[in-house]
C-alpha cells in the first residue's frame, strides 16, 4: 500500500532535506525559547478559514511557487490541472485505505515523523495531503502550526494551532501547552502583554484539566520567569519537577538559579 500510494505522490514535489527543528507535542524532548531577535511575518500563508474563502476573489499561485510546500496549501485556489491531480490522489486512497480520515490519519502520522527528522518541506507535504482527505484533522493543524514556529511565522502558528484546538472541543491538553509556548515566544519578540496573558490562560487551563501534567508546570515556570515572578517560577519548577524529574528543562533551571538560589535547597550552581 505505501510503495502505490508514494508513487502517486512522489510526483508532485521534491523534497529538501531541513536541519532538525523541535517538535512539541508537548516536548518530552526540551526546547529552548529563551532569546529571539527575529520579526515575524505572516504573509501570504496565513491560515484562512473556509468561510472567508467562499467570499474572497479566487487567487491563484504565482508562477514558480509549488503550494504543496506551504502550509495549507498556501490558501491559494488550485488550477484545473491541480484539482485533478488532486481526485488520483483520493481516488487511490479510496482503494487503499478502509475510509478517507484513516488515510488522513495514516498521512498525518508520516508527517510527524518527518518533523521529528527535520524534514519540514516533505512533513509540510504530508500534512497538505492529510488536510485534503480530511479537513477536521486536529493534527493538521497542530503540526503546520510547529511548522510556522519554527519558520518564525508567530501568528500563522497560533491561527493554525487555535483553530485545530477548537475542532478538538478546547479539550487537548497537548496541544494547550504547545500552543502556550507559540506565545510565549512571539512574546518575547514583540513584548505584547496579550501573548503573555494568553500564554498563562493557556496553562491555567491546561492544569485545571490535566493537574498532572509536568510539561505544562515546566512551561508556566518559564513564564513567570520570563514575567519576572521569579519565586512563582521556583514554585512552578518544582512542581513539574517532583512529578517527572526527567523531564526538567536544563535552561530553565540554570536561568532560575541566576535569578535566585534554590527557596528549597534542592539545586544548587
Known amino acids: 500500500m ?9 510526483v508532485l514535489v521534491s523534497v529538501e532535506l531541513l536541519a532538525q527543528q523541535p517538535v512539541f507535542r508537548s516536548q518530552s524532548t526540551n526546547v529552548s525559547v529563551f532569546s529571539s531577535n527575529t520579526t515575524h511575518t505572516t504573509k501570504p500563508n496565513s491560515f484562512i478559514p473556509e468561510t472567508e474563502k467562499k467570499n474572497a476573489k479566487k487567487h491563484f499561485a504565482p ?16 488550477t484545473d ?8 490522489f483520493l481516488k487511490v486512497c479510496d482503494v487503499n485505505f478502509k475510509n478517507r480520515k484513516e488515510a488522513s490519519e495514516f498521512f498525518s502520522i ?3 515523523e518527518y518533523l521529528s527528522e527535520g524534514q519540514k518541506d516533505t512533513a509540510t507535504y504530508r500534512f497538505n495531503l492529510a488536510y485534503l482527505l480530511d479537513d477536521e484533522n486536529v493534527d493538521v493543524y497542530w503540526g503546520l502550526g510547529v511548522i510556522n514556529y519554527q519558520n518564525e511565522k508567530y501568528e500563522d502558528a497560533v491561527n493554525l494551532m487555535e483553530h485545530g484546538l477548537e475542532l ?8 494547550m501547552v504547545d500552543l502556550s509556548t507559540v506565545y510565549l515566544k512571539w512574546f518575547m519578540v514583540d ?30 515556570s518559564l513564564a513567570r ?12 519548577f518544582h ?17 532560575l538559579l541566576e535569578k535566585k538560589e534554590d527557596p528549597k535547597g534542592v539545586f544548587k550552581k
Open 2 to 10: 505505501r510503495l502505490i500510494l508514494f508513487s502517486c505522490v512522489s
Open 63 to 78: 508562477a514558480g511557487i509549488n503550494i504543496h510546500l506551504m502550509p495549507l496549501f498556501g490558501g491559494y485556489d488550485k
Open 81 to 88: 490541472s491541480q484539482k485533478a491531480i488532486d481526485a488520483e
Open 110 to 112: 508520516r508527517a510527524w
Open 168 to 175: 478538538d472541543d478546547e479539550d487537548n491538553v497537548t496541544l
Open 191 to 220: 513584548k505584547k502583554t496579550e501573548h503573555m496573558d494568553k500564554t498563562f490562560d493557556l496553562l491555567a487551563s491546561a492544569l485545571r484539566k490535566s493537574p498532572e501534567c509536568a510539561n505544562a508546570y515546566m512551561q508556566l
Open 225 to 236: 520567569l520570563t514575567n519576572n515572578q521569579i519565586d512563582d517560577a521556583w514554585e512552578s
Open 239 to 255: 512542581k513539574g519537577y517532583e512529578l517527572d524529574p526527567q523531564n526538567a528543562n536544563p535552561e530553565i533551571l540554570l536561568a
